[in-house]
């Protein structure tokens, strides 16, 4: 299965990881009680191995011999290849694209610095500190540099190995609830999250406890941001889908000229999938219909900073979803937010938000009159004066223009091309005008084509998985539900985990 990639990328040659390991830390029989040679996870930028120090187990992860120039080749082929493509896209997705690229690129570096990998893991583990339900492993500080982490060995049966989590007796419910509660916990508490969260990277431990690895790839929340997405929460909660869409404009997720009534219907129907609920494909398809021929830019945008936010939630969905099909996320993060009291924090800023806009307006009821009163002197002494100007945000008068000029240019071509074609001997000079003049009746073409939002097909909702499982369980499979990143033999995937898990099981807790 494709799967594995996330845990068996062939391991570089010993003779470059010794080298590298010598550079940071030492010889390694004489650093190391024991180390086994044998990889026993690896990914494109680095790979772990077994160790013992001071006699405890420890995983060792080293950084691949070579790959930094490799890296800053990739990096350079996307920094020239973005100005390109943003003349190809729209103004939303070319801000969304540009976005992505730095922080995929800013992800990359900080993932090849392993100093401050440690840093964020001793981060993270400390506010965990206390809960014996999330465990996260211990930095060994004495054998750590930029291109090796040492840090205790933590075992544990991966993550989306539901017969071996059964067989085990956990309840895979409450490890997905779990799950959710602690990603809400970084990222809404803490400010800082574990930002890799594929079923390489999870385990759960013999006791239930779930093991966090390789924290190379991390993210930072700012304040603002936290107390946005704890609004967008609770406006889900309540299913109040201006206020979710009033929290989406305001984190810069979407434009604010978006058509609020197409993706307040976007909004209801992703609110439904999420809670299972029976979803009409008619209804699905009218949906979408709604959203192909409403002309406007492409609505919905990645800030920056904002990337490995999304990537987490849709990843931590797919685990969640693999363990337990039916699980509610809304409900969990509901009872989260109350819990911690941020709804009653809410509900007091829209009261004093509320008594402002009282009081602002009382005042209006005594500064307006005078000012209209003043209006109306103006217009009655026939002095008033009205500026107009033409707001064309999808580029209509635009469009017509080019089409218009198209047009002429195409009339003229193909005129010339039959007199020269008609009165010229020589034929070359018909063809020579023919040719100059395909490419406009081409760009004609093009502009007359109606102009569409995003085309889908309504085939992830939860409904429809629960279908293919069926099927598959029908035809003769297992009947497990995939989550995002786990394929089975002849599928592919488009986006791969750049970087590998650390201190992981060698019986299937690895990246």
């Known amino acids: 299965m494709l799967s594995s990639l996330q845990d068996d990328v062939p391991p570089a040659d010993w003779a470059g990881v010794e080298q590298v390991l010598e550079e940071d830390i030492g010889p390694v029989d004489e650093t190391f009680d024991e180390f086994d040679r044998e990889a026993i996870s690896g990914a494109s930028l680095g790979q772990v191995y077994r160790a013992t120090y001071e006699g405890e187990p420890v995983a060792v992860k080293i950084r691949r011999p070579g790959i930094e120039e490799l890296v800053k080749a990739d990096l350079r082929v996307i920094r020239w290849s973005v100005p390109l493509l943003k003349r190809l896209v729209d103004e939303s997705r070319a801000f969304s694209l540009e976005n992505v ?54 075992g544990g049966t991966k993550i989306n190995d539901v017969r071996a989590l059964d067989a085990a007796g956990h309840d895979r419910t409450e490890l997905a609830t779990r799950l959710q509660r602690a990603y809400l916990k970084m990222i809404l508490e803490e400010g800082v999250f574990h930002a890799d969260p594929h079923p390489g990277n999870l385990a759960v431990a013999d006791d239930g406890a779930i093991v966090f690895y390789d924290f190379g790839m991390n993210g930072e929340v700012d304040p603002y941001i936290q107390e946005k997405i704890v609004e967008f929460y609770i406006s889900v909660a309540e299913q109040d889908i201006d206020g979710i869409l009033d929290a989406m404009v305001e984190m810069g997720t979407l434009s604010p000229e978006a058509d609020r009534q197409v993706m307040a219907n976007v909004m209801e129907l992703a609110i439904a999938d999420v809670r299972g609920e029976e979803l009409e494909q008619y209804r699905v398809q009218q949906v979408i219909q709604q959203v192909e021929d409403t002309i406007y830019e492409f609505p919905l945008r990645l800030p920056r900073n904002f990337a490995l936010i999304l990537r987490v939630a849709t990843v931590v969905e797919g685990v969640c979803v693999t363990l337990d099909p039916d699980f509610d996320f809304i409900e969990v993060a509901t009872d989260y937010l109350s819990e911690e009291g941020y709804r009653e924090e809410t509900v007091r800023k829209i009261a004093t938000d509320a008594g402002r806009q009282v009081r602002d307006t009382t005042e209006a009821l005594f500064t307006v009159p005078p000012k209209l009163d003043d209006v109306l002197s103006t217009v009655q002494r026939e002095a008033l004066s009205v500026n107009v100007r033409i707001e064309d945000r999808n580029d209509v008068l635009d469009r017509l223009a080019r089409r218009i000029v198209y047009g002429l240019i195409l009339a003229v071509g193909v005129l010339s091309t039959a007199v020269l074609y008609s009165f010229n001997e020589r034929p070359e000079a018909a063809i020579a005008a023919a040719l100059l003049t395909v490419p406009f009746g081409v760009l004609l073409y093009r502009s007359l084509k109606p102009d569409k939002g995003f085309s889908a097909q309504p085939q992830f909702t939860r409904q429809e998985m629960r279908r293919r499982r069926d099927e598959d369980a029908a035809a003769g499979g297992d009947g497990t539900v995939l989550a995002p990143g786990d394929f089975r033999e002849g599928e592919s995937e488009t986006d791969e985990s750049a970087e590998t898990d650390a201190s992981r099981p060698e019986d299937g807790g690895r990246s």
Not at 117 to 142: C, H, K, N, Q, Y
Request: charged share 45%; aromatic share 8%.
């Open 101 to 154: 690229a730095d922080e995929f690129a800013k992800t990359i570096r900080e993932e090849m610095d392993y100093r401050r990998e440690r840093r964020v893991l001793d981060t993270i583990r400390e506010r965990f500190e206390g809960d014996e339900s999330i465990r996260v492993p211990r930095s060994v500080p004495a054998v750590s540099d930029a291109r090796v982490l040492t840090m205790e060995y933590l």
